[in-house]
Structure formats: C-alpha cells, structure tokens
C-alpha cells in the first residue's frame, strides 16, 4: 500500500493505493471526488500533475494521453499505477464524489440470451454481492484480455448480488469475442465497479428523456426499471429513444413492456438510420436519434432531465443538439462509450 498526497485548490488530502490499483479507482474507493468519465484512457478526465513520485502508465497508446503530456509530467487517473508514495497536483470535485464505494470482485456468468444478431445479455452473479445507482458501469476484466472494459448495467438492484450487462459485439473487438465466444456459464471473471455519474437521478421534478444509440440500450434500460417504480418519480412521463442503423439493430420495447406504465406513463419509439431495402416494411421513425428526438418533443427538450448513452459520435450530436437548446447542463447525464 502507497500513499498518494494531493495538493489541490485548498488544504492537502490524502488516500491509500494499493500498488496494483490505479490512483483514480483507489481515490474513488476512498470516497474522493476524483473527475473522470471512461476510467479506459480514452477521455483525459482523469488527468493530473506528478509533482513527485514515479507511475507507470499502464496504457502507453490512450487516446487521451501522449508526448505532450508526458514532458509536462501529466498522467491519467485511470492509467496510473503508483511505484511508490506520491504527491499530485488535482482539484478534487464533488460532482464525482462515488455514493456507493467501488470494489474489486469475481462474478460468476449464470446465463446469457440473445436481443439482437449482435447484442446479447450477461447475467451475472457476484462473489461479494456490491449495490449500483441504475445507469453506473463496472470494468470486466477478461482472461487474456488487456485492460478492464467498461459495461454499464442493465438491471435494477438494491441488494447487489446480480448485475446483467447488455452488450454489443464489436468484429475482432478482444473483449467482445471473449465475451461472446469464449466466457461461457459457469466461468468467473473479475469485476470492478460500480463507476460513473450519469446515473437516475430521483429528485429532479421533470419528466424523463433517455436516448440509447446501439451499444447504449444497457444503462438507458436500467434507469428506465428504475424511474418506472420510483415513488419519488411516480406520475412522470418516461420517453425513450432508441436508433439503430437498420431494423434488425432495433431493440429495447420488449424491457419497456415489462414495466407498469407502459403504453401510458412510459413510451418507446425506435428509429433507423440507414434504411436498406430489408428495411421496406419500416413504420417507426428514420434519421440519427437526436434529430428524431428533436422531431418528436420539439424545444419541449429543454423541459425534460436527459440522459443518454453511446457511440461518441452520437453522444457528440446529442451534446450539441442540447446546448443548442440551450438546455441547462444541471439536466443533462450521459455516457460515451469510447
Ligand atoms: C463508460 C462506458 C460504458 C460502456 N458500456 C457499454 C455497454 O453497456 N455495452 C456495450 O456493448 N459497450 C459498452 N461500452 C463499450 C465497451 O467498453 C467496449 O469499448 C466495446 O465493447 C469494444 O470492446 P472490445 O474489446 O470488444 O473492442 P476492441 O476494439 O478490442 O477495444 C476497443 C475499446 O477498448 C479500449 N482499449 C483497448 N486497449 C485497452 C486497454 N489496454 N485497456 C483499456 N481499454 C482498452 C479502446 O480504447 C476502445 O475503447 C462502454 C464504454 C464506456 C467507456
Ligand atoms: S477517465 Fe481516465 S481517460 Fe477517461
């Protein structure tokens, strides 16, 4: 165990990091509200000032992270193991401060069942049972794959013994094949989790507008489980969106089905972005989801708490859609799946 000093904007704070931990994930689990968003290397959140100390970064090729910053001694949160004590510079935010503390753990693979010809769902047991905020993700870590992959869960849970993933295969993807392919009922894999901020909020007085691109569908299901049989959201309105590129992408209805309200309270549409001809008999929506979005509530937006997840150039579009409605950032809560 390595102690890790931050010098911040005020008085000096300190955590414990084991040395197999990063410092991002070991601040967390000390409660410390370390900005980040991906914890994979790919969106610089993270990033902080070595003012002493030495770290070895454990992704040398993170999107976020190259020569510039290393010849300013800057590293990322989420890559950075400790070779011993340290002293960073970083302005702690509240904003991150975790509500339930991430842990390291093994699940167990109980069954798996298929949406769609490329999104399956994992389910899950825990050795250590862990709860999560509905909209969080965990970091799996894989046999024979290099570094933990980020999957958001799909399901509601108070207890935490179950988590279920939905998740899209990627062609040659290393996680996604092992997933797939090779982790089968009854294996055990590591889990670290849960992370992320973008989850239900249950105190905001607006109704709700969650927006799921392809991969996105897991988090925007679990938040929609949950705001269904909030009392605190009772009497809400509930919209979700889905787009996928053709109809055979198009999922999601069959979870909404399930929920009291549906049809009522809770609406889905579902939209395709390249219709081919086997999209022929098509009758939803066509075009990206936030045009559609925007097709269908109009500048009603702006009155709606949003959230989202996805490919980041949908994740982008969505942003800029946002800010061009000038919808309050505070309202705003998503994640992009880099
Ligand atoms: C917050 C978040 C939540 C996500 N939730 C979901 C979800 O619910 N469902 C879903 O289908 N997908 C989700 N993703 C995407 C998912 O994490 C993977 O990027 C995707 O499945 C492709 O992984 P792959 O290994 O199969 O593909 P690959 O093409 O082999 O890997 C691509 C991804 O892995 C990263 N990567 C490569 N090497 C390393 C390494 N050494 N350490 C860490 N990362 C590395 C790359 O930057 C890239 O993002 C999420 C992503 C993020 C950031
Ligand atoms: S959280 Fe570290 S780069 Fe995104």
């Known amino acids: 165990m390595v ?4 010098e911040g904007k005020t008085e000096e704070q300190s955590f414990e990091c084991e040395q197999d931990d990063t410092i991002l994930r070991a601040a967390l689990r000390a409660g410390k509200g370390f900005p980040y968003a991906c914890n994979v290397g790919s969106c610089g959140n993270c990033r902080f000032q070595l003012l002493d100390g030495e ?28 070779k011993g004590d ?31 010809h490329d999104i399956s769902e994992f389910f899950f047991e825990l050795k250590t049972p862990t709860p999560f905020l509905p909209g969080q993700y965990a970091l799996l870590g894989l046999p024979g794959v290099d570094g933990g992959r980020a999957y958001s869960m799909s399901n509601v849970t108070k207890e935490g013994s179950e988590w279920h993933f939905q998740i899209k295969r990627v062609p040659n993807g290393a996680a996604t094949t092992c997933l797939f392919d090779r982790v089968n009922t009854g294996d055990t894999i590591k889990l670290d989790g849960p992370y992320g901020t973008a989850f239900l909020r249950e105190d905001a007085p607006r109704d709700i ?32 969106v889905f787009g996928g590129r053709a109809t055979r992408d198009v999922c999601g209805r069959e979870f909404l089905e399930e929920l009291p309200g549906f049809g009522d309270r809770i609406r889905f549409h579902a939209a395709i972005s390249n219709p081919g001809p086997e999209d022929a008999d098509w009758d ?3 075009g ?32 800029k859609l946002l800010f061009d409605l000038k919808v309050p950032p505070e309202q705003i809560h998503f994640d992009e799946f880099y």
């Open 3 to 6: 102690q890790i000093t931050v």
């Open 55 to 82: 770290v070895e970064h454990a992704r040398e090729d993170a999107p976020a992270w190259g020569e510039r910053d290393l010849k300013r001694n800057r590293y990322l949160g989420c890559q950075a193991h400790p």
């Open 86 to 116: 340290c002293r960073i510079k970083l302005r702690f935010d509240d904003a991150y401060t975790p509500e339930i503390l991430p842990a390291r753990t093994e699940m167990t693979l109980k069954a798996k069942s298929t949406i769609t």
């Open 209 to 240: 507008l969650c927006l799921a691109g392809g991969s996105g569908l897991s988090p925007m299901v679990s938040i929609t489980r949950a705001a269904a049989v909030s009392d605190k959201l009772k009497g809400r309105q509930i919209d979700f």
């Open 284 to 286: 939803g929506h066509t």
């Open 288 to 319: 990206f989801v936030h045009d559609v979005a925007h097709e269908i509530f109009g500048d009603s937006i702006r009155d709606k708490e949003i959230y989202f997840a996805g490919p980041p150039p949908m994740a982008q579009a969505v942003q």
